[in-house]
C-alpha cells in the first residue's frame, strides 16, 4: 500500500508536466506505468489466465483422445495420451 503514497507524490510533484507538451505526458505515463501495473495486479492474473488456458488446452486434447482413441487398444491409446502430456 505504501507505494499508492508514492504514485501519488509523484504524481503531485510532476504535476508540472502535465502542463507541457505531449512528450512530457507519455514519459509520465511510463513512470506511472508499474505503479498501475502493481495495484490492478497484472502479473498474477496474467499468469492465472496463462494457467487456465494451459488446463483447458489439455482438457481438449483428452476429450480428443477420448472420441478418437476410446475404441483401440490400450497401449495405443496410453502412448496418445502420454503423447499430449508432453506436448502441454
Do not use: T
Request: aromatic share 10%; hydrophobic share 50%; with cysteine.
Amino acid at each position: 500500500m505504501w507505494w499508492a503514497g508514492g504514485a501519488a507524490g509523484s504524481l503531485l510533484a510532476d504535476s508540472h508536466i502535465l502542463k507541457r507538451g505531449e512528450e512530457h505526458k507519455i514519459i509520465l505515463a511510463g513512470v506511472l506505468m508499474p505503479a498501475l501495473v502493481k495495484a490492478l495486479r497484472l502479473a498474477s492474473a496474467i499468469r492465472d489466465y496463462a494457467r487456465a488456458a494451459r488446463f483447458k488446452n489439455i482438457q481438449g486434447e483428452f476429450r480428443r483422445l477420448a472420441c478418437i482413441w476410446s475404441s483401440k487398444e490400450l497401449p495405443a491409446f496410453e502412448m496418445e495420451a502420454r503423447k499430449a502430456f508432453l506436448r502441454r
